[in-house]
Structures are given as C-alpha cells and as structure tokens.
C-alpha cells in the first residue's frame, strides 16, 4: 500500500509507475482518479471486489496513518477479519498496533534471525514474513519459541512451495510456476 497526492491508500507494489504503467513518476505526484485511470485502484475500491473470505496480506510500504486503517475496518470489520497488515517498516507497524491492537500483523523481513524474531515480538506481531530462502527448520523451531506465525515470499517453485508448507510456513507469496498443479 502506498499513498496519492492527496493521501488516499492505493494497491501499488513499487515505489514508481515504471515497471507496470510505463510511467516514471512516483503514486505521490498522482491523484487517486489519475491513478484509477492507469490501473492502480484504491484500497477501498481493491477490497470492495475482493471476497470477504479470501485472505489478505496487505502489505504497507509507507505510513499510510488513519486513512489506511479506517478503509480496512470499513471492508474487513475491526478485528480485521481473515487479514494481516505485514511491513518491513517496524514504525508503521508499530502505529497500526498502536491504532487497532486487535489486528494481526507480520514484520516483513529478509531472514529468521533471532534479532529479526526479537523486534517481531517487542512489535506484537503474530508473525513474519520472511524470504523464501530464509526460512529453514532452525528459524522456524526458534521462531515457534516465540510464538511466532512464518509466512515466506515470493516463491517461484512449487518445490520450493511444498518445501515451505512441510516446515509449518502458515502462508507462501507465489508466482509464476508456483501456481500450477
């Protein structure tokens, strides 16, 4: 999730409209309705479509503040039914705990180690989301000790996939190959 110009939460991945709209600027310098108009919807508009039973992971990638969390209590209720909120930024995790304590939420991260699982825990989340390659039977078995949910991202294998689901991983970004079968 990042923000428009005026601050509305979008569903934008990168930090431009390069790699997928072919338009190099920043969602900050655009409106939400310049933004609809080249793919890039609102939360708001995202969750409207998406079924209440699918899960989410919904990913901060910048401090969206109450805007953020007022258009997910409005879709997913105020515990966050069937959802997390995961971030590599512990601040804005922090804020979104702070702001609704009931939600859960995953500190994203590149590997399983005890100082990762430390901040995870100082933060109250359930879990981290980890790089696919980070996530070993040691780093889950600590993990575990802390009470600790794993999810992993962003798998390309379905090998890799079962490897991930053996080791007790709770969710696994896929993509590509990963989807089939």
């Known amino acids: 999730m990042r923000a428009s110009r005026e601050g509305t939460p979008i569903v934008l991945h990168d930090a431009t409209l390069e790699r997928v709209q072919g338009h190099a600027a920043r969602a900050a310098e655009w409106s939400a309705s310049d933004l609809a108009a080249v793919g890039v919807p609102t939360l708001a508009a995202a969750l409207a479509v998406v079924p209440p039973t699918a899960f989410l992971d919904i990913e901060l990638k910048e401090d969206l503040g109450t805007p953020f969390v007022d258009a997910l209590r409005a879709a997913r209720g105020p515990d966050l039914a069937g959802a997390v909120v995961s971030s590599f930024d512990a601040p804005a995790l922090a ?16 590997d399983l180690l005890p100082s990762t699982l430390d901040l995870a825990r100082r933060l ?16 889950m078995d600590r993990a575990r000790a802390l009470g600790l949910e794993v999810a992993a991202w962003t798998v390309h294998r379905r090998a890799t996939f079962r490897r991930l689901a053996r080791l007790g ?12 079968g």
Request: proline fraction near 5%; glycine fraction near 10%.
């Open 95 to 110: 804020w979104v705990r702070a702001t609704a304590p009931t939600w859960r939420c995953w500190l994203n991260a590149e």
């Open 124 to 139: 109250g989340c359930a879990g981290v989301a980890a790089r696919w390659t980070a996530v070993d039977a040691p780093g």
């Open 169 to 180: 991983a709770v969710a696994v970004c896929v993509e590509g190959a990963a989807l089939a």
